[in-house]
């Protein structure tokens, strides 16, 4: 597969599909931070190989697609062998984070009005600008661990990239949109990555 910048782009797209099942081309232009050209021409590239199918509405993995990233994540793991104690450590410590993300985003959508659980409303200023904190606060152990991650997986470096784009959208543009409704939100782009890892080490998500 072709490597045109610091990531090999194709992997990169072909993997989210992968973890996805199902995109779109507006999801996928998010997921390349936006560039609809660069979109176009890694999915052309990737339908010409027959590793994706594409119809009107979506765009999945195929058959041949889902063999040879599987095959690729495969061979990711294995030349970790000597080393996978220090990773599943950095894997434990991301599950932890993980927790605390989903802590932090339940906040975002309900909080207690007199004692009762209701939608946020996003009127109270106040308490979305303390959830907002918490996330920032969160979102700097996360991007550290994802640091240490990418150091032995090259790719989890993206998905820094990614939340620390997302964060900046929530604390300089739309919050609303950007904790978690967005297709590039924080929320968004944490759930790929968590799903990255835990297929890559056969682990289950804990709902």
């Not at 991301?94 to 909080?111: A, F, G, M, Y």
């Not at 790719?155 to 904790?179: C, G, I, P, Q, T």
Request: with cysteine; hydrophobic share 40%; net charge neutral.
């Amino acid at each position: 597969m072709s490597s045109t910048a610091s990531f090999d782009e194709d992997f990169l797209i072909l993997n989210y599909i992968y973890l996805v099942e199902y995109a779109t081309l507006e999801s996928v232009t998010h997921f390349m931070k936006g560039d609809s050209a660069k979109a176009h021409e890694i999915l052309k590239r990737l339908k010409d190989k027959g590793y994706v199918i594409t119809s009107d509405d979506y765009i999945r993995i195929s058959d041949e697609g889902k063999r040879v990233v599987e095959e690729l994540r495969r061979n990711m793991v294995k030349k970790l062998e000597d080393k996978m104690n220090a990773v599943l450590a950095t894997v434990k410590k991301l599950e932890e984070v993980n927790k605390e993300i989903k802590t932090v985003i339940t906040r975002w959508q309900i909080k207690m009005v007199r004692g009762m659980m209701v939608l946020n409303d996003h009127k109270d200023p106040e308490y979305d600008e303390r959830v907002i904190r918490s996330l920032c606060r969160t979102h700097n152990r996360a991007k550290k661990l994802l640091t240490d991650l990418s150091k032995y997986l090259p790719h989890f470096m993206y998905y820094v990239d990614l939340l620390n784009h997302a964060l900046s959208k929530v604390l300089n543009e739309n919050a609303y949109e950007y904790v978690d409704k967005h297709p590039a939100s924080y929320h968004n782009v944490w759930y790929v990555a968590h799903e990255d890892w835990l297929r890559l080490f056969g682990l289950k998500r804990v709902e």
